[in-house]
């Protein structure tokens, strides 16, 4: 059945076709069929369609690609987000406590986590969702949470190097032999993706290699949490392994800025995570301007981080960051596309897959300029409402 969305005052395509960094076309219609976008351009020529939406000059634009993001857990952190308030500094030690939990859950309970956090999102503009393993931290809990995840999206991570589990605390070589033998050989067959937190107190630059090069061999893309709570080497490994995106970015030297600017590999900010973890933001400016591609994403978890909303990461990243709407939208769109590998979403042209969000709000600006009102009205994916 097909949609036309017309009268639609700020199209946002990222459409290098069209002048300027969002590609913002006035006046225009789209229409959505058999779950793609079928055709785009000026309102008054649009063809007809067994649906018709008024935008009434609304502003529409590509569904949100959240591409880091820790649906499958169980329980939450609420107390640990309370003493951090209070004066406690994060520390990666509090994902045990979450391991824990996950453990104890059934899979049921986990699938319907992951449901709710899912609608979450959608009712928030997020079309395309990443989800990462890392809670198991056990061949059978690390294979269950890819299969959980793999129910909600194609964009599964394996997260076994998320830390060493309690039960290999004096043994962390023994840890990363089993996430690169059998956790790995359980893991792969649910997921695209191989992750690891590289920072003090989880994996160092020698482990998160060996697990990388692993995932490699078994057919996994490498992604990176790097440079979270400190300086460090992981922004350099993943720029050397030419990784597709390396994500946290917020501690970085010069020369890691370069090296991202020469690699390609895009820096994920999750200002989300500043924001619930009172740590400095990253400076967005300074990527930005030193030609490094950024994405943003929301690292929905329930530690560091437990908002599933990218309009809220919109708004920090414009606030906090540094970053203009223009280009915080382009990367919770097209930066978060480009983060994936995806070229079929985070922008509205002709072919793409019919992922729509349509603003209670004339523009885009709006996103970060009324921070915290609901501003997403209604959501298309894959050409069907969801929202
Ligand atoms: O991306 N940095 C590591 N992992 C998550 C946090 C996980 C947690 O605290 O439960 C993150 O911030
Ligand atoms: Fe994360």
New binding site residues.
Partial sequence: MSILITDIGELVTNDPAVDGLLGIRRGAAIVLDEGRIAWVGDATAAPAADTVVDAAGRAVLPGFVDS?S?LVFAGD?AEEFRARMAGES?A?G??RT?VAATRAASDDELAANVARLVAEMQAQGTTTVEIKS??GLSVVDEARSLEVAARFTDETTFLGA?VVPQEYADDPAGYVALVTGEMLAAAAPHARWIDV?C?TG?FDADQARAVLTAGAAAGLKGRL?AN?LGPGPGVALATELGLTAV??CTYLTDDDVAALRDSGTIATL?PG?EFSTRQPYPDARRLIDAGVRVAIAS?C?????YTSSIPLCIALAVREMGMTPVEAVRAATAGGAAALGRADVGSIVEGGRGDVVLLEAASHVHLAYRPGVPLVRRVWAGGVEVS
């Fill in positions: 880091h820790h952190r994060y990666a509090g994902i979450t890392g809670y998320h937190f920072e989880a949490h979270q994500d946290h999750l995570v690292d978890n329930p530690g560091s981080c």
